[in-house]
């Protein structure tokens, strides 16, 4: 029973980062009356002027804009049979919150799967024969084609104000860009950003290989740039302080930049935050939602009455309300059966770095997202059925920061004190990467439940992630690793130390490899094995709506911002030409 009640509204969006505020931007647009509930504080640009944010200590180590683990814990086990045990530090991952969620400190690198990806069980039924792969192996198809998804992927990148080189304009290959994406409509927005030393010793390197490599995309933008909102991001001035931290200089794409100022001048859009989403009401019959009931900042329970509910959260966050409120069939392992919580993905990382007396790489003058990578080992641009796996990596040699705590020094340099200080004096500036950024498939024993034991601050239980390596993604780290030991030697290092799985690796939570966590609620054209249709439409509550990274059937190489934000304006779109005029399912089952 809530205290308060607040006033009806058209839609109630629940969290206000990237599909958040995208989502209400587009829905306030069209006229009708939206209100975003946010569990975190208000953000604005103004928060983070320069020289607020140049805190590495603050940022990076203390993660002061991400949700601490208090209020947004989850608890972790490597199979069905183990003991989940609660985060009380993040590692593995760091997600956001607060106005912004994880696009506020995410590292601006924006770029898009390949029409394989977008196919992958299709490809795989085709390529791979009987036995190759496991039998617990479940891939999936985006329930979309690459022509029906690729004019929002261009929609976002103008948002954002993407900066790159392209490598496939309607099907003509470009010199300089990724030759394997797929075709753009149009070109990047913007030129890419500068290159740096790593960049132009690695490009040479791959290219002598035989490789293709192009500047990694980046919402890092290169120029000045007015989006379609009217929102103007800065040019970047490569100030080193990028991923886990605020932009400073108003000059990395984020809900801030380029949606808020123009979302809250909207006189229908209004926004509440510290204002924690408790579970979605359905209706007697179960079919429709109601709304939202939330806690708010001062310990009240409010009932935010709603014709649509948008479900915007991050990954973790919309799975667990899905099952805190009964929308769908929670996922059984042991029968597949159930929908939500199913083929839950992460990916693995690696690389080399490499240590060059006679070099200066000057790390400190960097954008998040500078760099350059290539995209030849990804599903279908090699032979991986005669290798015994799928997937595949964005191999790059990135320079995203040159902040000091956590820099890079040769092995036997102690970790602390005088003789860590030497090694800084010596070895500062004197090393680049090359690194890996892997796929990762779903598979039966991978999922997302509640979580018996440990519950949150109101009393209920904290999501529950069972997950491991499988040996399909460390036989294709140990592939990979040969490739970056090429690299290695045509670029001639003084020194190397390396960091690869091996093949008995388990998954370590503790270690921060990335924050780009998929699946729990994923889009699919059959009501048995997915939770959302096409439109990211529940199956089962057809005013509820859940874009993000939930809605991957699996993990591919490519960061998935793009096509969380496409996916995100695609269902948008959908809502206003197709529900608001029909309410009910927009695909039959």
């Known amino acids: 029973m809530s205290d308060i009640t607040n006033d009806e509204v058209d839609v109630v969006v629940v969290g206000l980062g990237w599909t958040g505020s995208l989502m209400s931007i587009e829905l306030a647009q069209a006229g009708l009356k939206v209100r975003a509930l946010e569990r975190g504080e208000d953000r604005n640009n103004a928060d983070f002027a320069y020289p607020k944010p140049a805190d590495q200590y603050a940022y990076a180590v203390r993660n002061k804009v991400m949700v601490s683990p208090k209020d947004g814990a989850l608890t972790v086990r490597h199979n069905s049979h183990g003991t989940a045990l609660p985060t009380r530090k993040w590692g593995a ?35 791979y024969g009987k036995g190759i792969l496991q039998d617990d192996m479940r891939i999936g198809d985006y329930p979309f084609t690459w022509d029906e998804i690729e004019p929002y992927l261009d929609k976002f990148d103008k948002i954002c104000g993407l900066s790159g080189n392209t490598g496939n304009l309607q099907g003509r290959i470009i010199e300089g860009g990724d030759p394997f994406e797929g075709p753009r409509s149009n070109p990047f927005p913007l030129p890419a950003l500068e290159d740096t030393l790593n960049n132009k010793l690695f490009a040479d390197a791959a290219r002598k290989l035989g490789y293709h490599p ?34 400073l200089n108003y000059s990395k794409a984020s809900p801030q930049t380029a949606v808020m100022d123009a979302l809250k001048r909207l006189e229908n859009f209004s926004y509440r935050t510290r204002a924690n989403v408790l579970r979605v009401e359905l209706h007697a019959d179960g079919k429709t939602a109601r709304g939202v009931t939330y806690a708010d900042e001062h310990g009240n329970t409010v009932f935010q009455p ?73 599903p279908g641009n090699y032979d991986g059925p005669s290798l015994g796996f799928i997937g595949g990596a964005k191999i790059h040699s990135s320079q995203a920061t040159g902040t000091p705590i956590g820099t890079a020094l040769p092995g036997g340099t102690p970790a602390w004190g005088q003789g860590w200080k030497d090694g800084m004096t010596d070895w500062y500036g004197h090393s680049m990467k090359v690194s ?16 018996p034991t440990y519950k949150d601050p109101w009393g209920q239980p904290l999501l529950r992630i069972t997950f491991d390596w499988k040996e399909n993604e ?98 948008a779109q959908a809502i206003k030409d197709q529900y608001l005029k029909n309410p009910g399912p927009l695909v039959q089952a």
């Open 93 to 127: 991952f760091v997600p956001g919150t607060g106005v912004g969620g994880s696009g506020l400190h995410w590292t601006g690198v924006l770029i898009r799967p390949t029409p394989t990806d977008i196919k992958l069980k299709t490809y795989a039924d085709q390529a």
């Open 214 to 247: 192009f500047p990694n995309p980046s919402a890092n933008v290169s120029r000045a740039w007015t989006n379609p909102y009217g929102n103007q991001i800065a040019p970047c001035n490569y100030c080193g302080y990028c991923s886990k931290y605020p932009c």
């Open 306 to 378: 709603a014709k649509i509910v948008v479900l915007a959260g991050f990954q973790f966050v919309n799975v667990r309300l899905m099952l805190l409120s009964g929308i769908g069939k929670p996922y059984d392992p042991v029968t597949e059966t159930g929908t939500i919580g199913r083929d839950y993905a992460y990916l693995s990382v690696g690389g080399s770095t490499l240590f060059f007396k006679d070099k200066q790489f000057n790390p400190f003058a960097t954008a998040g997202a500078t760099g350059q990578m290539f995209n030849d080992i990804s």
């Open 436 to 451: 890996i950024s892997t796929g990762c498939m779903s598979y039966r024993g991978h999922y997302l439940d509640l979580d």
């Open 474 to 571: 460390l036989k294709l780290q140990q592939y990979l690793r040969g490739i970056v030991q090429n690299i290695t030697r045509e670029l001639g290092p003084d020194s190397v130390s390396e960091s690869f799985l091996a093949m008995d690796s388990h998954w370590d939570i503790t270690k921060y490899v990335s924050t780009h966590n998929v699946g729990g609620a994923v889009m699919g054209d059959n009501p048995k094995t997915s939770a959302l249709n096409r439109y990211l439409q529940s199956w089962d509550v057809h005013n509820v709506f859940v874009p993000g990274g939930n809605a991957f059937p699996q993990n591919f190489q490519a960061n998935p911002t793009a096509l969380i934000g496409a996916l995100t304006l695609f269902a």
